[in-house]
């Protein structure tokens, strides 16, 4: 599996942006996908996951309410919906496969096969 992150940019407090991701590979939609992000001089964040189906998702506290993953298996694609940005949300965007299940849900250690990142910066 081959992960494509896109949709990052610079945008103002209060606003949004779509994250997209999109994969190689005709076995998409068995597996969970999540989002994890990486603020500068930071260890890297889970922000949310979702089932291969799409029917069950988890997002963090930290942005929950604001932020929404979904997925559209027929076009291999993981989105990340993000509205009422904070600064705080700054960082590299990836998003990876799970693989792991002898862990935490939230462990990048879980997870494999990770984007390239897309940089979200949310100015003040």
């Known amino acids: 599996v081959q992960l494509q992150a896109s949709g990052g940019g610079l945008v103002q407090a209060g606003g949004s942006l779509r994250l997209s991701c999109t994969a190689s590979?005709?076995?998409?939609?068995?597996?969970?996908m999540g989002w994890f992000r990486q603020a500068p001089g930071k260890e890297r964040e889970f922000v949310a996951l979702i089932s291969g189906s799409g029917g069950s998702t988890i997002h963090a506290d930290s942005v929950k309410e604001r932020f929404t993953i979904s997925r559209d298996n027929a076009k291999n694609t993981l989105y990340l919906q993000m509205n009422s940005l904070k600064p705080e949300d700054t960082a590299v965007y990836y998003c990876?496969?799970?693989?792991?299940?002898?862990?935490?849900?939230?462990?990048?250690?879980?997870?494999?096969?990770w984007g390239q990142g897309t940089l979200v910066t949310v100015s003040s």
């Open positions: 990876a496969v799970r693989l792991g299940y002898s862990g935490p849900y939230n462990s990048p250690a879980q997870y494999a096969y």
């Open positions: 590979g005709s076995t998409y939609s068995a597996y969970t």
